[in-house]
């Protein structure tokens, strides 16, 4: 149940619900999903923002950003 509840919040750009979720999906049962929130979560710690949303929410990507979006396994 908790894997459920986590999904979602799992896809925010706030590190305040990354921190959380990086100790949950820590916790034994859970480390299948620890990976995909550590990519996320380092996405957040370096931008602030996921760069992937940007076009679709009219934002004007850095330098940095663009950069990054080219590089290979950058995709969530």
């Keep these: ?3 459920l509840y986590w999904k979602s919040p799992q896809h925010a750009q706030s590190p305040l619900i990354h921190t959380p979720a990086v100790s949950l999906f ?3 049962g859970m480390e299948s999903n620890l ?6 979560k ?5 931008f602030g923002r996921y ?4 076009a679709l929410l009219g ?3 850095t330098p940095q950003e663009l950069d990054f979006l080219q ?3 950058s995709s969530l």
């Design 35 to 40: 990976n995909f929130e550590l990519r996320h």
């Design 59 to 61: 934002r004007t990507s």
């Design 1 to 3: 149940m908790a894997v």
């Design 51 to 54: 760069p992937h949303r940007n």
């Design 71 to 73: 590089t290979s396994g």
């Design 26 to 28: 820590s916790a034994p």
């Design 42 to 46: 380092q996405v957040i710690d370096r």
